[in-house]
Structures are given as C-alpha cells and as structure tokens.
C-alpha cells in the first residue's frame, strides 16, 4: 500500500522549498529575489505582437498515450481512460479549429532540473524515450520542431527577469514523458512547432514548488511571446491530486481498479475545479497552495501557475473538458479561451 | 547465512561532480575516496554488486533491472553543459541473481518487475557508481529501483530478499547505495571552489548521521531518519539507509572515507568491512 503515514506526510509538507532560483550574489548560498527587470524588448507596434490564444491543463500520464496506441509508441494496450481521453479529443478539435496556434508551449515537471530553469532549444528533438518509471507503458518514437526564436527568447526574458535560465542546446538529452504526454495527446501529428520548458524542482524531494519563481516565468513567457509575435497555445502538463497507488494490476488498464485515491484527494480536486469553472482564478492564487498542502498535488511542479501566471490569471471560466483518475491520481483537462470570454 | 554472503557495503554519492575534469577540491576527494572503496570492495572478491541508486526512482512496485548488459551514452538532464554531463556506459547484470531477487520479492507479497527494455535510461547515479567503484567493469550488478511511495521499511524487506536471494544462489556480493545525504541544491550556476554544504542546518545533520553510522549506529541513524528527511530535505527521505540496514550489510563500524558538497549537497562515502 502507499505510504501515507502522517509523519511522511508532514515530513512532505515541512521540506524547504526548493524552486527559488532567482540569480544571487555570488557569496549567497541561498536565494534572494532581485527586482524584476523591465522587459528586454519593450512593447512592439500592436498589430506586430503576438498572444496566448488559449491555455490547456494538459496532463500526462503515460497511461493515456498507452491506451491510444498510437504508431510512435511501441507496447500495445486494451485502452482504457476514455473520458480523458475524449477530452483530449475535444481539445484538438478546439485547438485546430479554433485557435490554430503557430506554437505549443509545455511546461513539464518531469524533465527536472536541478538549477534554474531550461528551455530546449534544440531544432529538431528527436529520439526514442524509454520511460524509467512506467518503461511497460512508454517507449515513444518523437520527432518534433521547436520554435527556436521562442525558445530563446523566452530565456532571454526570464533572464531579464531575474531568473537562472538556460538554453539546453544537447541534442542528447531525452524527452521525458511529462513533455511528450501533453504535447502528443494535444497535437499527435505534431505539426506544430513546440517550446519546451523544464521544472526546476523535483517532485519526489519536495512538497511546494516556487510558485512565485512561476509568476515571473510565465509573464517572461509572455513578453517573449509578444515580442515574437506568435499564436501560441500553453500547455500546463500537470495532473491535481498525485497520491496513488504504489502497485498496479496485471493489466495497467483494467478500469475496474481505476478509481480515486480517496475521497478526500477528489473533494479538493473538485473544489479546485469548481473555483475554475466559475472563473474564480484570482482565487486560485491562494487555493493553489492549499490544494499542493492537502493532496500533494502535481501542481507544485508549477506547470498550472505558470501558464495561469503568462495568461493574467483570467478571470474567465475554465472549461472542463473531463476528469477522472489515473493509478488514482486526478487528472482534468481544462481550457481557458480568452477570445471566446474576452 | 548473510554474513557469509555479504562482503562489504558502501554509501556512495551519485552526483556525477565526482567525474569532472575540473573537480572543486570536495569532488576531487570523494571522486577518490569511491576508487579507495571500489578497490576494498573488489580485494574482497565479490561475485556481484547488490545495488540501489536513489536516482532510478520508481512509483509503481519495485523494479528490477533485467537486461544483460545496459550500455550506451547518458546526457544528463541538468548537468549536459558539463563534461561530467555525459556519461558512458556499460554493466553487466546479474540475471540469476535479479530473479531470484525478484521472485523472493513477489513471494515476499510486494509487487516486483524485470525491466528489460532497449534504450532504458540508466540513472546517472548508477553510471557514476560504475566508474568509480568498478571502471573495468568487470563485476555484474544486480540492482533494484527506489520506489518513492513505497514506505521506507518496504525498502528495508527489499534489502533483505537480496540477501537472501544472493544466498540462495550461491553469491558472495557487495552491497552498495547511492544517495546523496541532505539534498539542497545551490540554485545558481558556480564555480566549483564556490561549493558549500547549502545551510549550516544540513551540514550538522549530515554529520550527526555519519557520526553514528561511524559508531556502528545505524539503527540509531534509521530512527533519526524522518527528523532528518524534514529537517535537511535528505535524499529520497533516507531510503537508502532503510536499504542498507535491511541487507545486514552495513554492521558494526563504518569507515566515513569523505565528506564534503557536491553543488550544495551533501555526499559521503562509506565504507563498511564484512563482520
């Protein structure tokens, strides 16, 4: 059974935070915040700047590419998750009709990196990725362009702002499973090209992202945006409650196991979607943590903030497009339209 | 039956600073406090590596590598930047010993997986354990993930089925961990001869766990181990020493060869003689 001990459980909770990682004077061992600075390219003529024309909580468990059976990953399933799975449907239905970004932005918490935070800038990523923790459900086959100007430039800005980031240039170092979850259940033909950011934090080690390092990664995400005049689309690709199981049946997609992990874990995550759908996001500044403090949730990996943070915090309604478990975590995927409420 | 199976152990940090061509004086020394070990290790003959790396971390029941002999190219997710940030490999596996391993693990009612796969990520912590404990390569590991929801003293029965399973088939083995000790990381790119354990807080705990382990302590440092998992953000909250204690390797007094920052966290390298 998992371990939810109350000690491990407020040992999780009373960890430092590990996600602050604005540059520091050299003789500091830990972080303090510098101002942000302006933006490196201060606002271009209107009709030149580009925008967010919608954001996606986009999440990625493995199992919902294994249950598609798609060409580009190699074990084969009975399928399974099917209301995400439809709501990934209905997003790419939206996302080709509607918003016909000229980019995908990911920001994922398993590609974790230690210090600050990285945004691939190689060309063209391609590779195979054997998943070191679900290996059975993931052996993917990617081959994707980035938009290297984006990439770059939003390195620049979070530079700008203060923050340690870097430009990851290494054809070698694989995708993880965070990054290509989203992106393929968004755009499986991947014909759109894609910025890929890291996490700077490790779930596993710690219970409370920085989520203020986000605010100021997603408004330098945004700026970059603007400056490079892009249509872009964010994707969050973060699960809600992240207690579950730590074994799994015969079959990964036996659905008659497939449940909350319990119903504590599905309340918060159903308060968080309620203050969603209402278009209560301002107040998601401050349930946002207290959703990570009562389920662990995966947001503190800082995916949600962050593109919530490059969005304004909208207060428009987030659309539900589903919700369910998986290996009892809950996973929604929701879009927020700014033209459609605008 | 252990103490004739068992040969040796050894905590071992799996930052691959160890390997840099430019190592900040605290790498450069537990870079050479691991060959120390390794050479111990290797004078005892051994037949195998029992091993766990904190960096192989798994959620869903407790994996086991299968494959014959993983070998290829590792580019660090973080440290790619640096030479120490790719990294060669090639092992052997144990696989007699891994199944029986897993197999006790099953019968034992924990759920176990031979992962065996083309192109599985070898974890940098194993790689660095590679190179330094065993560069010619010449001894087969037989190696387990650390699942980070499992309870820790799951980790300890884990440790203890490998043991019985390198008795069952005939093994004498090294038991190594990998891990880090406190795991606050500097959150700045650094010049190596800027490292320093992050806050002075870790750097007490650190050497308070040693200090025990050095006395022969260890279970006085496993009943410590979720003060100092909350107070010094340790390495998959102590796993490993839940590990070691439950092999019966790591019995009577340690010899703490090294310790010192690796980017702000803390590593050691241990070493413990068979009793």
Known sequence: MPDTTAARRRA????????????MP???????????????????????????????????????????????????????????????EEARTRLRQRHRPDVIIVHAPHWITMVGHHVNCVPNPRGRSVEPIFPHLLRYSYDFRTDVELAEA??????????????????????????IGALHLLNPDWDIPVVSLSA??????????????????????????????????????NSL??????????LPEDMAREHPYNHHQYQWDMRLLELIRAG????????????????????????????????????????VLGYWTVIGTGNAVIEWDPGRHG | MADATIVGAALVPG??????????????????????????????????????????????????????????TYVDENWYGYDYGHLDYDH???????ERWAAETERDGMQARLTRYDDFPIDTGTIVAGHLLDPDGGLPVAQVSCNLYAPADALERIGALATTAATAVGRRVAVVVVTGLSAGLIQRWISPGEDHILEPGHDRWNRRILDLLAAGNLAGALEQREAYALAASVDSQGRALAFLAGTGAATGRADVLEYGPIWGTGAAVVHWRPQ
């Open chain 1, 200 to 237: 700077n934090n490790n779930p596993y080690y710690y219970s409370e992202a920085g989520l203020d390092d986000m605010e100021v990664l997603g408004e330098a995400t945004r700026r970059a945006i603007e400056r490079t005049g892009r249509r872009a689309v964010l994707a969050a690709s």
């Open chain 1, 26 to 88: 050299a003789a500091a061992g830990r972080v303090t915040a510098v101002a942000p600075a302006q933006p490196s390219h201060p606002a271009e003529a209107p009709e030149a700047r580009g925008r967010i024309v919608a954001g996606y909580l986009a999440p990625h468990p493995p199992h919902l590419i294994y249950a598609e059976n798609p060409p580009q990953n190699e074990p084969r399933s009975t399928g399974g998750w099917e209301i995400l799975r439809w709501a990934y």
């Open chain 1, 12 to 23: 999780d909770r009373r960890l430092p935070r590990m996600s602050q990682v604005f540059r």
């Open chain 1, 154 to 179: 939003i390195v620049d800005e979070a530079d700008a702002a203060g923050l340690v980031a870097s430009r990851m240039t290494d054809p070698g170092v694989r995708v993880d499973y965070a990054t």
């Open chain 2, 92 to 98: 052997r596996v144990d696989l007699e010993l891994v």
């Open chain 1, 280 to 319: 209560r996001t301002r107040d998601l500044r401050t349930f946002i943590p207290e959703h990570i403090e009562q389920t662990a949730a995966e947001i503190k990996a800082g995916s949600l903030s962050w593109m919530l943070a490059a969005m304004g915090w909208p207060e428009i309604p987030g659309d």
């Open chain 1, 241 to 250: 409650s992240h207690l579950h199981w730590d074994t799994e049946p015969e």
């Open chain 2, 15 to 72: 930052m691959p600073h160890v390997l840099a061509d430019a190592p900040a004086p605290s790498w450069k020394a537990l870079g050479g406090a691991m060959r120390e070990v390794g050479h111990r290790l290797r004078a005892t003959g051994p037949d195998a590596v029992v091993l766990l790396s904190t960096q192989w971390f798994t959620v869903l029941g407790h994996q086991f590598q299968h494959h014959p002999n993983p070998s290829g």
